[in-house]
């Protein structure tokens, strides 16, 4: 009995480290637009495949706007990024790339009145209104690329980057008082900086990028 004993607590022993390495959990800070840009928090939780593979799904929250031309403001982003790390350099850093999905529902209502574009930015005319409520959804896909550094057993933290294509998706309801505005797109602005994606009312596409510092932590 005791010539069992020993191979099996090891090998126990090895499935329980195994079971350990699989799960690591994430948190990074973020910057969202709903309709203003506020700080957010986007905790993560990461399963390994193997030593290459793995999937990485997070979260990302943030608060209320302060606002007061904007209520009932409601957001939710989540990301799953599958990762494959790629192998050790001749310098011995390691590299991982990936492919990265994201959908964002976002809602709020604008009571203190506006105007948007129907179906393309920087039309001839804008719809005027009072009041409505705003629906305006995002999904984008991007090819990641970072690289990871350790900190002993439990913690380490990656930093990266990526680069993609996403969708806006805005829909006008509950519009109340409208009125058709001509529009002049001024020629030149000082600070050049697009209009947000929200003001047209249907679907557009825009170039996506993303970069920041994720700190791990692993069970």
Same mark, same amino acid.
């Not at 069992?4 to 390495?21: D, G, N, R, Y």
């Not at 001749?90 to 976002?106: A, D, E, H, V």
């Not at 970072?146 to 680069?163: I, R």
């Given at each position: ?20 390495? /699989? ?41 209320? =706007? ?24 001749? !310098? ?13 529902? !976002?809602?709020?209502?604008?009571? #203190? ?18 009041? #409505? ?46 009125? /058709? ?27 996506? =990028? ?10």
């Amino acid at each position: 009995m005791r010539k069992f004993i020993l191979p099996v607590c090891l090998l126990l022993s090895s499935l329980t480290k195994a079971q350990e390495s /699989k799960w690591a959990v994430s948190l990074i800070p973020a910057i969202v637009q709903s309709p203003g840009m506020h700080l957010g928090f986007q905790p993560g939780v990461e399963y390994r495949f193997n030593d290459r593979l793995s999937l990485l799904t997070e979260i990302t929250l943030t608060t209320k =706007s302060k606002d007061p031309s904007f209520s009932n403001s409601k957001y939710f982003r989540v990301k799953p990024e599958l990762r494959y790390a790629l192998r050790e350099s001749k !310098r011995g850093r390691n590299y991982y790339t990936g492919i990265q999905l994201s959908y964002t529902f !976002r809602k709020w209502e604008n009571s #203190a009145g506006g105007c948007y574009f129907n179906n393309k930015m920087w039309a001839d005319s804008t719809t005027g209104y009072d009041k #409505a409520t705003i629906n305006s959804s995002i999904f984008s896909c991007s090819l990641q690329f970072g690289t990871p550094f350790s900190f002993g057993k439990h913690f380490s933290m990656d930093v990266f980057m990526g680069l993609g294509v996403r969708m806006i998706f805005t829909g006008y309801t509950n519009v109340e008082n409208v009125v /058709k505005h001509p529009y002049m797109r001024p020629t030149c602005k000082i600070f050049p900086a697009p209009d947000p994606a929200w003001y047209v009312n249907g679907t557009i596409k825009r170039f996506h =990028s993303n970069m920041g510092i994720r700190f791990f932590y692993h069970f």
